[in-house]
Structures are given as structure tokens and as C-alpha cells.
């Protein structure tokens, strides 16, 4: 079968996916509060009933997030809710917490599963031991390289989805840390409304350029990369080993910029899979991403292409 | 945390079967894993060369790992090794050989977060225990009974359990349940932060945390800066975990290994800490029915806190209370000073070894296993030609000191500095 990827990006709406698979996304990913973790918006199962016909009849896919670390009694909802996305034929669930697959062996043996640790999903090793238990496709940690990504894909044959566009989560707490400074801060009014607001970035004395956005829910506290990924223009290292799935990080965005983020990944994709040994990138790809980029957040290769030490 | 409100047994009735649980301390060398097993650990855990969270401790190599474990042997006491880092496929060449190695040096279990460490060890080195590390973040029972069908016979779960969850997790799944009950804690999910990363390029779960969740942050709103004045910048610095007032309750809600943290803490914290816990461990054991928390245990352990105390997610969700804002917060008015090597009957002199300045007419504490303890003045202080000194001055340097109560090696000396 020939090569062609996948371009994903986050919905959190009905409009949304469609707009955005219009615009050449080929799945999407959305979920609910309850089992999932920094959505793009909240969407039910109702709206996935909905929408998922619209999905599968215009060749795309539907996936549900499900990335959160379950407590006891999320895990007595999960039968019902898999069995539930089971008969709407969705098409994967994105999971970290094996709880999710001891439901699903049982209750929804059928359904895709997708194993997303996020921060955790380091070395190919690991991703064959969840294909092994289940796991359809591996999901790498945004803090890997490119050589280990590509090490990673070259080394296993499990379906590999690398994020290559927009923010990632860089800290998760169970506490509500907002609510706890607003109630230290009890005397100062203007504190009292920090829960649930999504216009609060943070930032450190020797760091002035950079904002890292902060923001609270039910499930605690959530800090995100003060910079957003771009890697429209290295793309063709990961095309040129057949990276399975590239996702792009709707979140806090407007939907006019994540219109313009998958047209601008639809061309790339398009351009190379049409010529791969002719492709080079035009700068002027990026022109529309660029217009539309929050000015105050740089538009960086992530962790592609830096060396850690510890 | 008030010392004074008695303790409400909120959760529990009777369990008919108590099995008496681990007492688990934290080992960063040598010396220390002796301390801590000396002051009544059942088990120590301890870092090597490789595949540790710490990369900054002082770790062990295989030979004092050996020593360690022959220590440990004569205390019928066990070793285990934190494997706990998530790897990168530039570190799974040589897990193998290290597995293999910490098997042959007589380590009891290795706790382990990243599967293919798990996966390693179960083929390579089958006498080695897998403990699953709380960089798993494990909430929930289904979790656990997913582990435990993976061949593992323990769980370290998240920090952020509560009684009720722990206790509900213990009824589905027949494993042992180890928790942290002591030190200080990740105010994320541990393993859920790359903070490091971001800040420094230090990669947080390969040991690199540069700790920037203890730093202090401005808080905007729209762009305008909301912490209103300077000295209370947004903070998300946790205070650090005492679960002492509550061992019934630990007890009885079934845990079966209670940990403590702090492998990069000094000789000094560890004894005292573990000296308290082992008390109230084995005090509730021999009356549970009349136990009731020695007050002068808590006074003990808090001479050693380095930040303020609370109980975590045991009761409720941390709060405003349950953070450090402000720099007003001082660690406690004690410091370690020195250790005893020996100790003279006939003379009243102990041998001691200086670990930190202290001088004639300085109010100190002597401190050993079982809670033996005692307060007084440096009075008489010499050093180990006769001569007599008004000042402990030189790191390590070893001294006599005249007791006013006999002491023993091992025993500890702290000062008091405020």
C-alpha cells in the first residue's frame, strides 16, 4: 500500500470537524472532560453521534481522547462510555491509563487503541510492549529528538503519530493551584476568578519572552509550552520515513488558525508524497501560519532538534 | 498541620487481620543506608550508577551495593534499587547487564516506572521483584490489578490517593500497596512534568529536575500581571508530606509498605525520621486498641523538616494552606552536628565526629534507636590528643565530648541553632 499519512488535529466542535477535514485534515480528535484531558473543546457523545457519519463518509476518521489518569470512580463509567463509542463506530480511543484497556478487552474489544503517555512514551522498547498488550499506534513523547523519533520508527513496526504543530502539555497537578493562590490572595478581589479562565499565562524573573499558559479544571492544574511547535518545514525528514500519524495541537487556538495550520500541513504532505525525490519546501508556506501566529508565542521546532542532559 | 487536634479516625472500623507493614527508607550512600536500617527501616531504597531519578546523588556502585545488602542481611533487612527513569532508546543497551548485576549483588527488588525496565527484569533477572514506581501516576484499582497480572507483586501509588481510594484499591486487587508517608513531593503527577525540560534542557524523568516547580512565578491575567505585590509571587511549591499522626489509620486502611522520601537528605533526617516512625509503627502494634501518638515523635521529626508539614491527598485535596507562597516559611531551629563513634563508660567520653560547627556552652540532643534521647550543653569538649576546645570548627574532624548520659556509636548529636 502506498505511503500516506495521516494529518490529525484537534476539534471541539461539530463545525469544527468538518471544517477542518475539509481543509485536509484526514482524522480527528475530540472527547469530554470526564475521561479526557486538555480538550480543544468538550464534545459528547451526543455531538459524536452527530457528526461521525459526516466523518466517515468524507474518508476521515474520528478519535476520542481518553488521556486521563483515571481515579476509582472514573473507572466504574468506563464500560458504558467505551461500549458507547463502540456502537458509534468511532474509529480509535487515545488512552495513558491501562485502565482504559482493561475496559476495553473486555467491553469494547473491537474498538482502536491508541497509547498516549505523553511525556512518558520514550524508547521503541516501550511502544512494542503496548502494542503487545493491545495498542494499535504509539504516540511518542514531545520531549524525544528527531533521530530518536526516527530511530523509534525505523526500530519498530508499531503505527507511530509524532505531534508536529502547537503547544504541549509541560505540567499536570491534581491540585487546583489557581484556587489555592486565590484563596491565599483573599484580600485581592480580582483573584477570585482565576478558575476556568483560559487567558492566564505564567512567567519566570530570567525568562521575560516567554509565556507559559496556565489554566485550571477538574481535574487540577495544567501548564503548557510557552512556544508552539512548527515543523511544516522539516517535515520531509519524518515523511522520509513514513511516520504514520502527524498531529497538530489545537488547543487554545482560534479555528481560523487551525484552518490555516492543516491547509498549510495538506500542502506539504501533498507536495512531497506527488514528488519525493523533486520536493523543497517554499518558504511561503508558512506565510499563512505566520500571519496568524500569536506574536507573543514563537513558533519553534520543540524538542526536534535540541540535546538534553540530565 | 496542628500538633494539637487529637486525631479523628474518619474512615476506618477494625480489621480483624493486621499484617505488620514495611517501614521503607530512602538510602543515598552508604552511611546513610546503615543509618537508616540501624534506626529501625525494614527496608531501604537506594540509586545506582545508572537509570535513577537522582543523577546528582552520590550513587551506589555494585561493590558498596554488596556491602550494603550484607549490612542490611544482619538487620534481616532488604535493598531495593530505584530504576524509576523513563529511557530513551540511546539508554536500553546495557539495562540487561545492570539488571543482571543488581540480581547478583543480592538487591531484593528494583522499582521501576518505564515498561521496558519491567519487561527486562522479569526476563533477565527473575529474583529481582519488580515494584512498580509511583512515576506511573496509579490511581485506580483496575490499574493496579493490570499491573499485578503483569507478574508484579507491589504498587507505589500517585501521591495523590486518598485513604478512601487506597483502601477501595486494597479490596478489589490482592497486592501490596506501598505509599509515601514522609518528605517532600512533586506538586504535579510525578513523571506528568517536564518543566526541567522546557527551563534548562534538562530532562526531568532521566534524573535532570532542576526542582522548577519550587520556583517562584508572575501570574497574568489578559496580560496584566495579577500578583499584586512582590512577595507573594504564584507559587506551585508543594509542602512537604507528615502522615506520623495518622499510622492507625495507615495501618488499617492497608498499606503494606510505608516509604519515605529523601535519598539526597542527610544522615541526621533519615535517622530521625525513620527513629519516629519506627516507634509509632511498633507502638500501635503492641496496643492498637489504646495507641495514641507519642507527642514528643512529632516534636522529633519536625526538628529535621525542611519545609513546612502537611498530610497531602491522604484526607482531602491540598489547598491555599498546603503551599509555599512567601520566604517566611524557616525550616526548623535544630541542624545535625555530629555522629558517635564510641563511647566510654568509665570516662563519661564519647568519640564523636564533627559534621557541622558547633561550640562550648551550645544547647545540643543526643539521639538513638528506640527513642533513647537526651538534652544538654556542650560542656567539656577535647580533641582526640587531650586538648581541650571552645570550638568544633573542622568538618569531620573526630573529637571527645563528655555526655551527661551514656551514649552509643551510631547515635546522633544535633545543636540547636535558633
Known sequence: MSYNPELLITAGNIDQVIKLIEAGASAVLVGESKFGSRLTGEFTLDMIEKVIEEVHKRGAKLYVSMNNMMDNKTVEMLPDYLKALASLNVDAVVYGDPSVLMAARVHAPQIKLHWNAEMTSTNYKTAEYWAKRGATRYVTARELNMDEIIDTKQKSDIELEVQVHGMTAIYHSKRHLLTSYANYQMDKKELKTLAGENNLFLMENDRPDERFPIYEDQYGTHVMSSDDICMLENLHELLEVKVDSFKIEGMLKSPEYNIAVVKAYRKVIDAYLANPQQYKFDDEWLDDIKALQDPNRELSFGFFFKEQVY | ?418
Open chain 2, 1 to 418: 498541620m496542628s500538633t494539637t487536634v487529637k486525631r479523628q479516625r474518619k474512615y476506618f472500623g477494625k480489621r480483624n487481620r493486621l499484617d505488620r507493614p514495611e517501614l521503607l527508607a530512602p538510602a543515598g550512600n552508604l552511611e546513610k543506608l546503615k543509618f537508616a536500617i540501624h534506626y529501625g527501616a525494614d527496608a531501604v531504597y537506594i540509586g545506582g550508577q545508572q537509570y535513577g531519578l537522582r543523577s546528582n546523588a552520590d550513587n551506589f556502585t555494585f561493590e558498596e551495593m554488596k556491602e550494603g545488602v550484607e549490612f542490611a542481611n544482619k538487620y534481616g533487612a532488604k535493598v531495593f534499587v530505584a530504576t524509576n527513569i523513563y529511557a530513551h532508546n540511546e539508554d536500553l543497551d546495557g539495562i540487561e547487564d545492570y539488571l543482571k548485576n543488581l540480581e547478583d549483588a543480592g538487591i531484593a527488588a528494583i522499582i521501576a516506572a518505564d515498561p521496558v525496565i519491567i519487561e527486562t527484569a522479569q526476563r533477565v533477572a527473575p529474583k529481582l521483584e519488580v515494584h512498580l514506581s509511583t512515576q506511573q501516576s496509579v490511581l485506580n484499582w483496575s490499574t493496579v490489578q493490570f499491573w499485578k497480572e503483569e507478574g508484579l507483586p507491589r504498587v507505589v501509588l500517585a501521591r495523590e490517593t486518598s485513604f478512601e481510594e487506597i483502601e477501595e484499591i486494597k479490596k478489589h486487587v490482592d497486592i501490596e500497596i506501598e505509599a509515601f508517608v514522609h518528605g517532600a513531593m512533586c506538586s504535579s503527577f510525578s513523571g506528568r512534568c517536564v518543566l526541567s525540560n522546557h527551563f534548562t534542557d534538562r530532562d526531568s524523568n532521566r534524573g535532570g529536575c532542576c526542582q522548577s516547580c519550587r520556583w517562584k512565578y508572575d501570574l497574568f491575567v489578559d496580560g496584566d500581571l495579577v500578583n499584586a505585590d512582590e512577595d507573594t509571587p504564584f507559587a506551585m511549591s508543594s509542602k512537604d508530606l507528615c502522615m506520623l499522626e495518622y499510622i492507625p489509620d495507615l495501618i488499617e486502611c492497608g498499606i503494606d509498605s510505608f516509604k519515605v522520601e529523601g535519598r539526597m537528605k542527610s544522615i541526621h533526617y533519615v535517622a530521625t525520621v525513620i527513629n519516629a516512625y519506627r516507634q509509632a509503627i511498633d507502638a500501635y502494634f503492641e496496643d492498637p486498641e489504646g495507641y495514641e501518638l507519642k507527642p514528643e515523635l512529632l516534636e522529633e521529626v519536625n526538628k529535621a523538616a525542611n519545609r513546612p508539614l502537611n498530610t497531602g491527598f491522604f484526607l482531602d485535596e491540598p489547598g491555599a494552606e498546603d503551599h509555599i507562597y512567601s520566604a517566611e516559611e524557616k525550616p526548623a531551629p535544630y541542624d545535625f552536628a555530629a555522629v558517635v563513634h564510641d563511647y566510654d563508660a568509665e570516662t563519661g567520653l564519647a568519640t564523636i565526629q564533627q559534621r557541622s560547627y558547633f561550640k562550648v556552652g551550645q544547647e545540643i540532643e543526643f539521639f538513638g534507636p528506640k527513642g533513647r534521647f537526651f538534652k544538654q550543653t556542650v560542656e567539656e569538649l577535647y580533641d582526640l590528643k587531650g586538648n581541650k576546645l571552645d570550638v568544633a570548627r573542622h568538618p569531620l574532624e573526630m573529637l571527645k565530648i563528655k555526655t551527661s548520659e551514656p551514649v552509643a556509636a551510631m547515635d546522633i548529636m544535633r545543636k540547636k541553632i535558633r
